[in-house]
T-cell receptor
Framework: SQELEQSPQSLIVQEGKNLTINCTSSKTLYGLYWYKQKYGEGLIFLMMLQKGGEEKSHEKITAKLDEKKQQSSLHITASQPSHAGIYLCGARSYNAGNNRKLIWGLGTSLAVNP | EAGVTQFPSHSVIEKGQTVTLRCDPISGHDNLYWYRRVMGKEIKFLLHFVKESKQDESGMPNNRFLAERTGGTYSTLKVQPAELEDSGVYFC???????????FGQGTRLTVV
């Protein structure tokens, strides 16, 4: 079974609509990373959350990590075609030194129709 | 400033052949990581270099995979001999010390036929 569950797997929205993508684990996460990938390109860093209850925003994207550090959500407000791509959550599953062994969700494919 | 560069972008090889993937990290980044995504599966960690030393190679699938980072600059990942199940996209990433963002390359799509 997946250590990180992302939902939904895919999403099609009309331009201007809001949307939310979720990333859930049964374990405590020590660092939650959100990345975006466009076809044929590398992963582009969006945000990193570390503390329970933490929330960060950048332009129209807001990411939150719940108090138990087992679930994160990514919310896009007033979506635009430029938001289209695959959104991936990655996390450190244990807290040790410079551990960078991230585990990943399968990704959420987002399409935004103009 | 140049980002993380991977070469080649695509490689198609026959089962049993050898392939070497290269990653040039961002200059000054001590941390270098290799990840792999097999079609339909999640991205999996392969290994982590700190400068030229292997910090964690627990994700390497088997001894057909050899990663090196001579001089602590670019890194290579060699697969010898390649098997069908090695097909996937191999990502390289680099970061500065600490737990901040890692910058990813565009990936190498490896197809073993």
């Amino acid at each position: 079974s997946q250590e990180l569950e992302q939902s939904p797997q895919s999403l099609i929205v009309q331009e201007g609509k809001n949307l939310t993508i979720n990333c859930t684990s049964s374990k405590t996460l020590y660092g939650l990373y959100w990345y975006k990938q466009k076809y044929g390109e590398g992963l582009i860093f969006l945000m990193m959350l570390q503390k329970g209850g933490e929330e960060k925003s950048h332009e129209k994207i807001t990411a939150k990590l719940d108090e138990k550090k087992q679930q994160s959500s990514l919310h896009i407000t007033a979506s635009q075609p430029s938001h289209a791509g695959i959104y991936l959550c990655g996390a450190r599953s244990y807290n040790a030194g410079n551990n960078r062994k991230l585990i990943w969700g399968l990704g959420t494919s987002l399409a935004v129709n103009p | 400033e140049a980002g993380v560069t991977q070469f080649p972008s695509h490689s198609v090889i026959e089962k049993g052949q050898t392939v070497t993937l290269r990653c040039d990290p961002i200059s000054g980044h001590d941390n270098l990581y290799w990840y792999r995504r097999v079609m339909g599966k999640e991205i999996k960690f392969l290994l982590h270099f700190v400068k030229e030393s292997k910090q964690d190679e627990s994700g390497m699938p088997n001894n057909r995979f050899l990663a090196e980072r001579t001089g602590g600059t670019y890194s290579t990942l060699k697969v010898q001999p390649a098997e069908l199940e090695d097909s996937g996209v191999y990502f390289c990433a680099s970061s500065q010390p600490g737990l901040g963002e890692a910058f990813f390359g565009q990936g190498t799509r490896l197809t073993v036929v």
